[in-house]
């Protein structure tokens, strides 16, 4: 029992840690914002279970803010996966207005009826007011990513790692969301959410950290010699040979076809072009899911992006949104009316 107490605790003070690290990491990015907020909700909410589940004395007040918590988890998975989806880069007002109402709504009901000397009052019809909120912004959330993991999860081995994340943080956000709603009714203890959290966290700071560059030993080797010349051949035999529009391109084909080594390569696409080699591939499969917009009228959209090299709707989606600043669909209707 001390070891299940010490690994979902853990995993609470983790999850408000790094809700906060998140949340004022980059104000421009708003899906951080959105994760870090769906953490924070989720440690109070776990954070309450654990507390209760070890100590049945523990203060209403802690029973009365994880509660409240729940209902921020669905809102916030809901407002995660949408600006994922749609690309946003700050917060819009409709959103904003979902969550001060949900924030005046929580403290008016903590402030008429608190848990303290109300129990009765939230242990009924409230705390089954706040499951249904957290159950069907939950479900909102669902919407938005089976449509970008769609076609990725036909292909899991081509699944991007910003897929495999979100695929990871939905599963578990189903399964805390599963395990809550049905031991309302008794059928699972509370402590199976909090051990999911915990292992759901752990896994993804894993995955993170070994894939981090913090890891990695800095570079003393010495600048690439005609580096500007090396990059604009590289550009040409993009342009020539095409190789980006295999799916599965990798640094090593890549460097192979560039007559460089693996080195090298990765070097100069970090120091000249500045951006990496993932970048790079996008851009140029961008550049040609924009030729075969003009030129390949009996192709759909997600068929542009299976020539152009992408592996899923989803990451041709991605990409075109963030190279070109508009939507696949809104560059065709601008073509067509160009013509």
Request: aromatic fraction near 16%; charged fraction near 15%.
């Amino acid at each position: 029992m001390p070891i299940l107490f010490l690994l979902c605790s853990l995993g609470v003070i983790n999850g408000l840690l790094i809700g906060v690290f998140l949340i004022f990491r980059n104000p421009n990015k708003i899906v951080n914002a959105y994760l870090g907020g769906l953490l924070l909700a989720l440690s109070l909410r776990i954070g309450k279970s654990v507390f209760y589940y070890f100590d049945n004395n523990v203060d209403l007040l802690i029973l009365q803010i994880g509660l409240s918590a729940c209902a921020f988890i669905g809102p916030f998975f809901y407002l995660y996966t949408k600006a994922i989806y749609r690309q946003y880069r700050k917060i819009h007002r409709a959103d904003f207005v979902l969550l001060v109402v949900l924030l005046i709504s929580v403290l008016t009901v903590g402030i008429i009826y608190p848990y303290r000397t109300n129990p009765e009052v939230w242990n009924g019809f409230i705390i089954y007011g706040i499951y249904a909120v957290w159950a069907v912004f939950t479900l909102f959330g669902l919407y938005y990513s089976i449509k970008m993991l769609k076609s990725a999860l036909l292909k899991p081995a081509a699944m991007s790692k910003s897929e495999q994340h979100l695929a990871i943080v939905t599963i578990a956000v189903l399964f805390i969301n599963l395990t809550y709603q049905m031991a309302l009714y008794g059928f699972f203890t509370y402590l199976w959410g909090a051990l999911i959290f915990s292992f759901t966290l752990y896994f993804l700071l894993g995955r993170i950290l070994l894939s981090s560059k913090f890891f990695s030993i800095k570079s003393t080797d010495q600048p690439i010699e005609n580096a500007s010349k090396k990059l604009e051949e590289l550009n040409a035999l993009m342009d020539t040979q095409k190789p980006y529009t295999n799916q599965k391109l990798k640094l090593d084909d890549l460097a192979s076809l560039a007559g460089l080594n693996r080195h090298t390569l990765s070097k100069l696409l970090n120091e000249e072009y500045k951006h990496g080699f993932a970048q790079y591939i996008k851009e140029f499969r961008v550049k040609e899911a924009k030729q075969l917009i003009h030129t390949r009228n009996e192709l759909s959209l997600e068929g542009i992006g299976f020539e152009a090299g992408f592996s899923s709707k989803s990451s041709f989606f991605e990409a075109f949104k963030k190279v070109t600043n508009t939507t696949p669909l809104e560059f065709k209707k601008a073509s067509q009316v160009s013509l």
